[in-house]
């Protein structure tokens, strides 16, 4: 290891674990490239590491079609997305990916169906922290918060170091009405990624709920830093700011909500906008 400056990877690419992580941190282009098990590469995490992916003709046709899977879900396309989660699992039909991908669009789509799909995903891989996870959102999407939070246990018990998991069930506590200990896992979630921007909003709004307004505003203010373009944060600083009493900073943040998300009938009602109102007759201030 003396001299060593870089380390060369050659995978088969047998094991498909990893794809769960690569989706739900959005990288659609790293599907396809695996590793093992981190114990394995302890000693070697302070030199580069290039992966050259080999996967067989069977292992790139699934591959592929999770891809596109994912970004047809990512873009809210979720019947097409279902499509080519089917594919999928025609090719490769007891690896979990497919199962968990297809829960999570049917559960955008309001198909009550979209549990069942993430219980296959366990089924096929029970000790894998994202298919719980899958399985927890989707019932949290359907409003059984009680149900989805003891599936978030069971993933925060695989997965007690990982971010995303415990800004998950902050998110179901939440839900719940459990605002401290929504608080506790949603800053367990920010200490292990300080750039986790569900974490920072969710904490915002459960601070909010506990009186820590002044906390609350750091923790928003960090959400739409780290990223400007989301409707919810939005709306939620349009009430903040009318609820101090600054109404042009409220309206403004209500357009802009309005701008990033042109359905959000909350913020019409705020505005006194008329749900029958042509998008084309609203006028809102230009960029």
Not at 29 to 39: E, R, Y
Not at 197 to 218: C, N, P, R, T
Request: with cysteine.
């Amino acid at each position: 290891m003396l001299g060593c400056k870089r380390l060369w990877l050659i995978t088969t690419n047998d094991n498909l674990r990893a794809l769960g992580f690569y989706q739900k941190h959005g990288d659609a282009d790293t599907l396809g490239l695996v590793i093992g098990p981190a114990s394995l590469f302890d000693t070697l995490l302070s030199l580069p590491l290039e992966i050259i992916s080999m996967p067989s003709p069977e292992k790139a046709r699934f591959n592929n079609l999770c891809k596109q899977t994912v970004i047809l879900y990512k873009t809210k396309r979720y019947s097409e997305a279902i499509t080519y989660a089917m594919k999928a699992i025609a090719v490769l039909p007891d690896d979990p990916l497919p199962y968990g991908l297809i829960a999570y669009a049917m559960a955008y789509s309001k198909n009550p169906e979209a549990s069942e799909w993430a219980k296959k995903a366990i089924a096929r891989q029970p000790d894998d922290a994202f298919m719980w996870g899958a399985l927890a959102d989707t019932l949290d999407l359907q409003g059984k918060w009680a149900e989805g939070h003891e599936a978030w246990k069971r993933a925060v018990a695989l997965a007690p170091e990982d971010s995303w998991v415990h800004s998950r069930i902050g998110i179901s506590l939440l839900g719940l009405n459990q605002f401290k200990e929504a608080i506790s896992h949603l800053e367990k979630s920010l200490k292990l990624d300080p750039k986790n921007v569900d974490s920072h909003y969710f904490v915002s709004e459960a601070l909010w709920h506990i009186g820590q307004k002044e906390h609350a505003d750091k923790h928003l203010q960090e959400a739409l830093k780290l990223q400007p373009h989301i409707a919810n944060a939005r709306m939620f600083l349009a009430f903040r700011l009318r609820a101090k009493g600054n109404e042009a900073e409220a309206r403004e943040a209500f357009y802009e909500t309005l701008r990033l998300d042109p359905g959000r009938e909350l913020a019409k009602r705020a505005l006194g906008i008329s749900s029958s109102t042509k998008s084309e007759d609203r006028v809102l201030p230009k960029d």
